[in-house]
């Protein structure tokens, strides 16, 4: 596990200020070990709790990851988590779809909440996971930017996706797609609803 370095990187101005602007640790997994070390919170104990400090609801546990002989188990308190909520998808962007639009499910512009969370997110230790998003052949250049504690949610995406060490990502890397996870805001948005948002840029697929 490494330092993130990303200055030879095409990144916009925002996803910049979030990996360059701060004082916190931004970690690079180099190795599949690397990842279930994150997951794991960095120790060696058999069970690792996955929470956050939620304003006005105090310390929610969104997880607890066991040790397993293949790597983890994670297992969801929240009995409605344990599965994909199948209407978790809305669009933020005026391209066409015919999914349900966030400011039609929401009522509200998702910009405040997309400056917010992106806010969240720079004043977190990160990890920072490059891949290949439809595996190396055909995919093209994604990135993941999660709080380091969501370790079994990088490891998870490696395990499905594959992700590129740091050696191999090439200079002039161009994320085409990056998914922000950022777990509080279901709390203090959502009402505990999952929810994905898509927000298509003009170079960029954000999720």
Same mark, same amino acid.
């Given at each position: 596990?490494?330092?993130?370095?990303?200055?030879?990187?095409?990144?916009?101005?925002?996803?910049?200020?979030? $990996?360059? %602007?701060?004082? /916190?640790?931004?970690? #690079?997994?180099?190795?599949?070990?690397? !990842?279930?070390?994150? =997951?794991? +919170?960095?120790?060696?104990?058999?069970?690792?709790?996955?929470?956050?400090d939620?304003?006005?609801?105090?310390?929610?546990?969104?997880?607890?990851?066991?040790?397993?002989?293949?790597?983890?188990?994670?297992?969801?308190?929240?009995i409605?988590?344990?599965?994909?909520?199948?209407?978790?998808?809305?669009?933020?962007d005026?391209?066409e779809?015919?999914?349900?639009?966030?400011?039609d499910?929401?009522?509200?512009n998702f910009?405040? $909440?997309? %400056?917010r969370? /992106?806010?969240?997110? #720079?004043?977190?230790?990160?990890?920072? !996971?490059?891949?290949? =998003?439809? +595996?190396?052949?055909?995919?093209?250049?994604?990135?993941?930017?999660?709080?380091?504690?969501?370790g079994?949610?990088?490891?998870?995406?490696?395990?499905?996706?594959?992700?590129?060490?740091?050696?191999?990502?090439?200079?002039?890397?161009?994320?085409?797609?990056?998914?922000?996870?950022a777990?509080?805001?279901?709390?203090?948005?959502?009402?505990?609803?999952?929810?994905?948002?898509?927000?298509?840029?003009?170079?960029?697929?954000? $999720?």
């Amino acid at each position: 596990m490494i330092e993130l370095n990303c200055k030879n990187w095409l990144l916009t101005t925002e996803v910049k200020e979030i $990996l360059e %602007n701060s004082k /916190l640790e931004r970690v #690079q997994p180099e190795t599949r070990e690397d !990842l279930i070390d994150l =997951a794991f +919170g960095r120790s060696n104990e058999p069970v690792f709790q996955v929470g956050y400090d939620i304003p006005g609801l105090g310390h929610i546990n969104e997880a607890s990851v066991t040790r397993c002989k293949n790597g983890a188990s994670v297992n969801y308190p929240d009995i409605y988590m344990r599965r994909r909520d199948p209407d978790c998808m809305v669009v933020a962007d005026k391209g066409e779809t015919d999914k349900i639009r966030y400011h039609d499910r929401f009522g509200d512009n998702f910009d405040e $909440l997309r %400056n917010r969370s /992106l806010s969240w997110l #720079q004043n977190q230790p990160l990890i920072v !996971l490059p891949f290949m =998003a439809g +595996g190396s052949d055909l995919g093209y250049p994604a990135l993941l930017i999660a709080p380091v504690n969501a370790g079994f949610f990088a490891a998870g995406l490696a395990d499905l996706q594959g992700f590129i060490k740091p050696e191999q990502v090439p200079d002039g890397f161009c994320p085409k797609a990056i998914i922000y996870l950022a777990p509080p805001f279901r709390h203090t948005h959502f009402d505990g609803k999952q929810i994905v948002v898509h927000n298509r840029l003009d170079q960029m697929h954000e $999720l």
